[in-house]
């Protein structure tokens, strides 16, 4: 079966730094994704990983290992608005996107 | 940059009610449209896949007579749950895609927090 796997959730100290973990197993890979969303929100567009490596983007950074199955999203400067759930979602081989159920981040000042 | 809306943004309906909930691509074309939705600590669980003037085609166990999906224009789709109940009370989602361009970026709605008494 299609599987992600991400921390249920994550404590972290304003203007620290967080890396938040995302594994995956699915039928084909078509690039991972991150979002981001807030509570009684929609998810928001951060990060697409289609090759291995560093993607860099302000404050937050995404890498992908597509040979570990492995992905983590980098938060740098935490501020209090980053309080938020994060998600891993991955394109598999029908182009259809597969979420993990998501990583409650919990900003403490 | 693309926008999605949707139609309610909270709805409370009594059971055996039924509801629709609008979603409308405002600034773009969208040839797909996802419905999705999200219970409280849980992950998004994708419903159905529509494509504009073709039937919906519904993820295993999400009943079709029951959600009811219309994708009439490429900037309109439809959901409506019929004769709903309690444990239909969910945070439903829609999000879109064009054909062209970031094909792997879907654009999304800001939900309908929908309550069944």
């Known amino acids: 079966g299609q599987n992600i796997d991400q921390p249920t959730e994550m404590t972290a100290t304003e203007g620290a730094i967080v890396q938040i973990n995302c594994t995956y197993q699915?039928?084909?890979?078509?690039?991972l994704f991150w979002y981001q969303q807030h509570a009684g929100e929609a998810p928001t567009f951060l990060s697409y990983?289609?090759l291995d490596g560093l993607e860099e983007k302000g404050r937050f950074s995404s890498f992908l290992s597509r040979s570990k199955g492995y992905s983590y999203l980098l938060l740098k400067e935490l501020q209090m608005k980053d309080s938020a759930s994060y998600l891993c979602?991955?394109?598999?081989?029908?182009?259809?996107?597969?979420w993990g159920a998501g990583t409650k981040l919990i900003i403490k000042p | 940059g693309a926008v999605v809306s949707q139609h309610p943004s909270r709805v409370i309906c009594k059971s055996g009610t039924s509801v629709k909930i609008e979603c409308r691509s405002l600034?773009?074309?969208?040839?797909?449209m996802f419905w999705y939705r999200q219970f409280p600590k849980q992950s998004l669980m994708l419903m159905a896949t529509?494509?504009?003037?073709?039937?919906?085609?519904?993820e295993q166990g999400v009943e079709k007579d029951k959600f009811l999906i219309n994708h009439a224009s490429l900037t309109l789709s439809t959901l409506t749950v019929t004769s709903a109940h309690p444990e239909d009370s969910s945070f439903y989602i829609c999000?879109?895609?064009?054909?062209?361009?970031?094909?792997?970026?879907?654009?999304f709605g800001p939900g309908t927090r929908l309550t069944v008494t």
């Open positions: 529509s494509n504009e003037g073709s039937k919906a085609t519904y």
């Open positions: 999000s879109a895609k064009t054909g062209t361009g970031d094909y792997y970026e879907q654009y």
């Open positions: 600034d773009f074309q969208a040839t797909t």
């Open positions: 699915t039928s084909g890979f078509n690039g």
């Open positions: 979602a991955v394109m598999d081989s029908n182009y259809q996107l597969i």
């Open positions: 990983n289609v």
